[in-house]
């Protein structure tokens, strides 16, 4: 996992050419709705932790792993795919380091994509 990028430009190149004029504007509100929905899935992954819910935190697990697959985070996605694994096998047990490596790698990757949507 360490060598994948934390963001796999050719995911951006592909999200880009879905823009029907080619403009960062499109980009930039993919980014703008990743990043204000996955805290959301964040906080759900914590409260399911919290409460030892299984299926909430399988859940709110595949839902990171999706949205961030299709941005090109694949260490984030891999540990999102890790989580929802534990969260369906029923046992939240060994999900606790694995949540908070996933905190640290949004992080890195919501870092990544602001500046990707400045243009920098």
Not at 3 to 13: F, G, K, S
Request: proline fraction near 5%.
């Amino acid at each position: 996992m360490p060598d994948d990028p934390v963001i796999d430009p050719q995911a951006i190149a592909n999200l880009r050419e879905l823009s029907p004029d080619g403009a960062q504007e499109f980009l930039c509100e993919l980014i703008g709705v990743y990043l204000e929905d996955t805290p959301l899935r964040l906080a759900e992954l914590d409260r399911a932790m919290a409460a030892q819910d299984a299926s909430t935190l399988g859940k709110a697990a595949h839902t990171i792993k999706g949205s961030s697959s299709n941005f090109g985070a694949i260490r984030l996605s891999k540990l999102a795919q890790q989580i929802e694994l534990q969260g369906k096998s029923g046992n939240v047990s060994g999900a606790g380091p694995l949540c908070s490596q996933l905190h640290v790698e949004y992080d890195l990757v919501a870092a990544a994509l602001k500046r990707i949507a400045a243009g920098a």
